[in-house]
C-alpha cells in the first residue's frame, strides 16, 4: 500500500517533466507555413528600408527598435529566437552592430545575410574633428565615449542619402535572391524609393546653399553625423566625451566653450539618452541654445515623423537648418 | 608668486562651470566627511557605494511612470533608499544579523529588483547613467539641492551629535539610560540617504562616496575626538575637491576621478605619517621601545 503512491508520485514527475520538454522545444516547426518571407532587421532605420523595398511581401522585425540604442545592446532570447526564425537578416555592418556575432551564435541563424552598406566608401572616425582641432589646440580631447575611437571607422553611413540609395539598393537584391518570384517588384519598388531619396537629397542641398558658407556649422555630442558633413558641406564640431558614459575633463570642457564663443556656434545638439545636464551647463555659460534633439543612430516610433528614414532625415534636417540660420 | 596665484585661481575666475563645481564640491565635503566619520565608526563604510545600487528600482519606477524626469528619478531613489536603509537598520536591531550583513542582504535584493524592472520596459537605456550627475554639469537647481541637504545635514548633525556618538560608541550605554538611540540612528541613516540620492543626482557615486569616506578615513589618523575628525573631514574634502579640479583642468583628465585620486593621495600620506596610529609613528614608537627595552637589560 506504501509503495503505489511512491510510484504513481514519480510516473507523474516523469510524465510532467516530459511535457514541459516538449513545450520547451522549439516552436519554428508548429508555426502555421506563411508565405510571407520572415526577415530581421538589426535596427530600425534598416527595418524601415527593408518596409519600403518590400512592402507586404514580407514579416520584418527590428532587433533594436525605435528609439533604442543600438551601440550598447544586449541581445535577449526573444531575439535569438526571432533571428533562429529569419529567412534573411538584413545589417548595416562596418563595425555598428558589435553585439550580432554572438547573437548569430546563439541563434543558430541559417539564412541569407545581407550587410546593407556595401559598396559604401566608409570614413574613419575623429577625421574631421582633428581637422578642426589641429590649428586650435594641440591637444586632442578625443576619449573613447563607448561607441568608437579616433582611427574606428564610422559605422553611420545612412547620414548621407547617397548611401541610403546603396542601402535600398543592397537590401533589394537580398530580398530578390531569398524570393526571386517578386524580385522584380523588389526592384521596382526599391528604384521608387531611391528617387524619393534622391528628391529629399536635391531638396536639402538647395537649403542649404541659402546659409553662407561661414555658418554651415553645428556641434552634437555623439559623433554619429560625420557623412552628413563630408556630404553636405557642414562643419561638424562633435564634442567627443560628453556621451552619457564619459565624464570630460574640466579642461577639456573649458576648451570647448571657448571653441563655442570663438566659432559663434549657435545652437548645439542633443542625442537621446545622453545626460544633458553638461549640455545645458555649457549652453548657459556661451549663450547657445540647445537645438533639440537629432536622430542618429535610431527611428521614433511610428506614426511619428521621425518614425521612418526619410522622416528622420527630414527632421534631422529642419533642426539642423534653424540652427544654422541662428 | 603672483604666476602660482593666477594658476591657482585663473580656472575659477574664468569660467563658471569651475565656479559652480567648486562650491558644489565644497557643500558636498563640509555635509559628507562628516557622516563619513560616523560610517567609519560604525563600521559601516561600504554603504555608500552599495547605496548606489539598491536606490535602483525606486529610479527604474520613477522611470516607468514619468518617463525621464529627474525629479522623479529622484525620488524614487530616495523612497528606495530609505526603505532598504530602515528595513536594514531594523532587522540588525531585531536579529543577530550585524548592520553591515543586513544591509548587503537588503541591496542586493533591491539591485535584483532594479535590474528586472528596468528590462521590462525593453528599451536599454542605462538609467543609472542618466541619473547620475557629474560635478562639471552643475546648474543652479542641482547647486541649492546639494547646499539644502548639506546645510540640513549639518543642523542635523549638530542636534544629534552626542546621541549618535554615545550611540556608535556604547549602545548599550545609552539604552539602559533610556535615551533614543534607534531614532537618532534612523535619523542618520534618513540623512545619509538623502546626502546620498541628492548627491548622485547632481555629483555622481563616484565623487560623492569618494568625498564621503576618504576624508572621513584620513581624518582619523591625524586628530582623536570624533568631533574634530568631522571637522578635519570636511577640510580634506574641500582641499582634495580643489586640488582636483585643478588637475582636470591643467591635466586633461576627468574631473571625478582626479578629485577622488587627490583625496586617496591625502589618504595614503596620513596613513604614512599621520601621528595617530600612522605607520611612521608605529615605526618610530617601535623603536622606542626597543630602545628602552635595551636600556633597561643594560643597566
Given at each position: 500500500m506504501r509503495r503505489r503512491p511512491a510510484r504513481s508520485l514519480s510516473a507523474w514527475s516523469a510524465a510532467a517533466v516530459l511535457v514541459l520538454c516538449g513545450a520547451m522545444l522549439p516552436r519554428a516547426h508548429a508555426q502555421?507555413?506563411?508565405d510571407r518571407i520572415r526577415v530581421v532587421a538589426t535596427f530600425s532605420i534598416l527595418a524601415d528600408m527593408v518596409r519600403e523595398v518590400g512592402g507586404d511581401r514580407l514579416d520584418i522585425q527590428a532587433?533594436?527598435?525605435?528609439?533604442?540604442?543600438a551601440h550598447a545592446f544586449e541581445p535577449t532570447p526573444r531575439d535569438a529566437r526571432a533571428l533562429g526564425a529569419a529567412q534573411v537578416l538584413v545589417r548595416n555592418g562596418l563595425g555598428f552592430e558589435g553585439w550580432l556575432p554572438r547573437l548569430l551564435d546563439a541563434a543558430g541563424f541559417k539564412g541569407l545575410d545581407v550587410v546593407?552598406?556595401?559598396g559604401v566608401r566608409p570614413r574613419v572616425l575623429g577625421d574631421e574633428e582633428q581637422a578642426l582641432e589641429a590649428h586650435g589646440h594641440?591637444?586632442?580631447?578625443?576619449?573613447?565615449?563607448?561607441?568608437?575611437?579616433?582611427?574606428d571607422v564610422d559605422p553611420?553611413?545612412?547620414?548621407?542619402l547617397s548611401n541610403g540609395v546603396i542601402y535600398v539598393r543592397n537590401i533589394a537584391r537580398g530580398l530578390a535572391a531569398a524570393d526571386p518570384a517578386h524580385a522584380d517588384e523588389y526592384r521596382r519598388r526599391a528604384d521608387a524609393y531611391a528617387l524619393r531619396l534622391q528628391d529629399e537629397d536635391r531638396a536639402w542641398r538647395n537649403d542649404l546653399e541659402a546659409v553662407p558658407p561661414a555658418r554651415r556649422v553645428m556641434m552634437t555630442t555623439?559623433?554619429?553625423f560625420g557623412y552628413l558633413g563630408q556630404a553636405y558641406g557642414i562643419r561638424i564640431v562633435s564634442v567627443l566625451g560628453?556621451?552619457?558614459?564619459a565624464e570630460p575633463a574640466a579642461g577639456a570642457l573649458a576648451r570647448i566653450i571657448d571653441q563655442i564663443r570663438d566659432r559663434g556656434i549657435r545652437a548645439m545638439f542633443l542625442e537621446k539618452a545622453v545626460n544633458p545636464t553638461l549640455m545645458r551647463r555649457i549652453t548657459q555659460e556661451t549663450?547657445?541654445?540647445?537645438?533639440g534633439t537629432l536622430y542618429s543612430d535610431t527611428l521614433d516610433a511610428?506614426?511619428?515623423?521621425?518614425?521612418t528614414y526619410l522622416g528622420m532625415f527630414r527632421w534631422n534636417a529642419r533642426l539642423i537648418l534653424e540652427a544654422m540660420r541662428g | 608668486m603672483n604666476l602660482w596665484l593666477e594658476l591657482l585661481t585663473q580656472p575659477f575666475i574664468d569660467y563658471g562651470f569651475m565656479r559652480r563645481a567648486l562650491a558644489g564640491a565644497w557643500a558636498l565635503s563640509f555635509a559628507a566627511g562628516p557622516l563619513g566619520v560616523f560610517l567609519v565608526l560604525r563600521r559601516l563604510s561600504l554603504m555608500g557605494d552599495a547605496m548606489a545600487h539598491a536606490i535602483l528600482p525606486g529610479v527604474a519606477v520613477g522611470f516607468l511612470t514619468a518617463g525621464l524626469s529627474l525629479s522623479a528619478m529622484t525620488l524614487g531613489g530616495l523612497v528606495t533608499g530609505v526603505v532598504v536603509a530602515l528595513l536594514a537598520g531594523l532587522v540588525s536591531r531585531l536579529t543577530p544579523l550585524r548592520e553591515d550583513a543586513s544591509f548587503a542582504a537588503f541591496y542586493l535584493v533591491s539591485l535584483g529588483l532594479g535590474v528586472l524592472l528596468v528590462s521590462l520596459?525593453?528599451?536599454?537605456?542605462d538609467l543609472i547613467h542618466v541619473l547620475f550627475g557629474t560635478v562639471?554639469?552643475?546648474n543652479d537647481a542641482a547647486l541649492l539641492l546639494v547646499t539644502a541637504v548639506s546645510s540640513v545635514t549639518l543642523l542635523a548633525l549638530a542636534a544629534l551629535f552626542r546621541v549618535l556618538v554615545i550611540e556608535c560608541l556604547d549602545p548599550l550605554f545609552l539604552r539602559a539610560e533610556g535615551g533614543a538611540g534607534a531614532w537618532a540612528h534612523m535619523a542618520f541613516l534618513l540623512l545619509l540617504v538623502l546626502n546620498l540620492v541628492a548627491g548622485f543626482q547632481v555629483l555622481g557615486t563616484l565623487m560623492v562616496v569618494g568625498i564621503m569616506m576618504l576624508p572621513a578615513t584620513a581624518a582619523r589618523f591625524w586628530v582623536r575626538s570624533v568631533g574634530s575628525q568631522m571637522i578635519l573631514a570636511a577640510a580634506l574634502g574641500a582641499a582634495s575637491s580643489y586640488a582636483g579640479l585643478l588637475v582636470s583642468y591643467y591635466q586633461?583628465?576627468?574631473a571625478s576621478p582626479a578629485i577622488i585620486l587627490a583625496a586617496g593621495l591625502l589618504y595614503f600620506v596620513s596613513v604614512a605619517?599621520?601621528?595617530?596610529?600612522?605607520i611612521l609613528q608605529l615605526v618610530r614608537q617601535s623603536r622606542q621601545r626597543r630602545a628602552r627595552l635595551l636600556e633597561s637589560m643594560g643597566s
Amino acid at each position: 500500500m506504501r509503495r503505489r503512491p511512491a510510484r504513481s508520485l514519480s510516473a507523474w514527475s516523469a510524465a510532467a517533466v516530459l511535457v514541459l520538454c516538449g513545450a520547451m522545444l522549439p516552436r519554428a516547426h508548429a508555426q502555421a507555413p506563411s508565405d510571407r518571407i520572415r526577415v530581421v532587421a538589426t535596427f530600425s532605420i534598416l527595418a524601415d528600408m527593408v518596409r519600403e523595398v518590400g512592402g507586404d511581401r514580407l514579416d520584418i522585425q527590428a532587433i533594436v527598435g525605435p528609439n533604442g540604442d543600438a551601440h550598447a545592446f544586449e541581445p535577449t532570447p526573444r531575439d535569438a529566437r526571432a533571428l533562429g526564425a529569419a529567412q534573411v537578416l538584413v545589417r548595416n555592418g562596418l563595425g555598428f552592430e558589435g553585439w550580432l556575432p554572438r547573437l548569430l551564435d546563439a541563434a543558430g541563424f541559417k539564412g541569407l545575410d545581407v550587410v546593407a552598406s556595401d559598396g559604401v566608401r566608409p570614413r574613419v572616425l575623429g577625421d574631421e574633428e582633428q581637422a578642426l582641432e589641429a590649428h586650435g589646440h594641440e591637444t586632442h580631447d578625443h576619449e573613447p565615449h563607448g561607441h568608437g575611437h579616433a582611427g574606428d571607422v564610422d559605422p553611420h553611413a545612412w547620414q548621407d542619402l547617397s548611401n541610403g540609395v546603396i542601402y535600398v539598393r543592397n537590401i533589394a537584391r537580398g530580398l530578390a535572391a531569398a524570393d526571386p518570384a517578386h524580385a522584380d517588384e523588389y526592384r521596382r519598388r526599391a528604384d521608387a524609393y531611391a528617387l524619393r531619396l534622391q528628391d529629399e537629397d536635391r531638396a536639402w542641398r538647395n537649403d542649404l546653399e541659402a546659409v553662407p558658407p561661414a555658418r554651415r556649422v553645428m556641434m552634437t555630442t555623439h559623433d554619429a553625423f560625420g557623412y552628413l558633413g563630408q556630404a553636405y558641406g557642414i562643419r561638424i564640431v562633435s564634442v567627443l566625451g560628453l556621451s552619457s558614459e564619459a565624464e570630460p575633463a574640466a579642461g577639456a570642457l573649458a576648451r570647448i566653450i571657448d571653441q563655442i564663443r570663438d566659432r559663434g556656434i549657435r545652437a548645439m545638439f542633443l542625442e537621446k539618452a545622453v545626460n544633458p545636464t553638461l549640455m545645458r551647463r555649457i549652453t548657459q555659460e556661451t549663450g547657445a541654445r540647445i537645438g533639440g534633439t537629432l536622430y542618429s543612430d535610431t527611428l521614433d516610433a511610428p506614426g511619428t515623423p521621425a518614425g521612418t528614414y526619410l522622416g528622420m532625415f527630414r527632421w534631422n534636417a529642419r533642426l539642423i537648418l534653424e540652427a544654422m540660420r541662428g | 608668486m603672483n604666476l602660482w596665484l593666477e594658476l591657482l585661481t585663473q580656472p575659477f575666475i574664468d569660467y563658471g562651470f569651475m565656479r559652480r563645481a567648486l562650491a558644489g564640491a565644497w557643500a558636498l565635503s563640509f555635509a559628507a566627511g562628516p557622516l563619513g566619520v560616523f560610517l567609519v565608526l560604525r563600521r559601516l563604510s561600504l554603504m555608500g557605494d552599495a547605496m548606489a545600487h539598491a536606490i535602483l528600482p525606486g529610479v527604474a519606477v520613477g522611470f516607468l511612470t514619468a518617463g525621464l524626469s529627474l525629479s522623479a528619478m529622484t525620488l524614487g531613489g530616495l523612497v528606495t533608499g530609505v526603505v532598504v536603509a530602515l528595513l536594514a537598520g531594523l532587522v540588525s536591531r531585531l536579529t543577530p544579523l550585524r548592520e553591515d550583513a543586513s544591509f548587503a542582504a537588503f541591496y542586493l535584493v533591491s539591485l535584483g529588483l532594479g535590474v528586472l524592472l528596468v528590462s521590462l520596459r525593453g528599451t536599454n537605456m542605462d538609467l543609472i547613467h542618466v541619473l547620475f550627475g557629474t560635478v562639471l554639469g552643475l546648474n543652479d537647481a542641482a547647486l541649492l539641492l546639494v547646499t539644502a541637504v548639506s546645510s540640513v545635514t549639518l543642523l542635523a548633525l549638530a542636534a544629534l551629535f552626542r546621541v549618535l556618538v554615545i550611540e556608535c560608541l556604547d549602545p548599550l550605554f545609552l539604552r539602559a539610560e533610556g535615551g533614543a538611540g534607534a531614532w537618532a540612528h534612523m535619523a542618520f541613516l534618513l540623512l545619509l540617504v538623502l546626502n546620498l540620492v541628492a548627491g548622485f543626482q547632481v555629483l555622481g557615486t563616484l565623487m560623492v562616496v569618494g568625498i564621503m569616506m576618504l576624508p572621513a578615513t584620513a581624518a582619523r589618523f591625524w586628530v582623536r575626538s570624533v568631533g574634530s575628525q568631522m571637522i578635519l573631514a570636511a577640510a580634506l574634502g574641500a582641499a582634495s575637491s580643489y586640488a582636483g579640479l585643478l588637475v582636470s583642468y591643467y591635466q586633461d583628465v576627468p574631473a571625478s576621478p582626479a578629485i577622488i585620486l587627490a583625496a586617496g593621495l591625502l589618504y595614503f600620506v596620513s596613513v604614512a605619517i599621520g601621528p595617530h596610529g600612522g605607520i611612521l609613528q608605529l615605526v618610530r614608537q617601535s623603536r622606542q621601545r626597543r630602545a628602552r627595552l635595551l636600556e633597561s637589560m643594560g643597566s
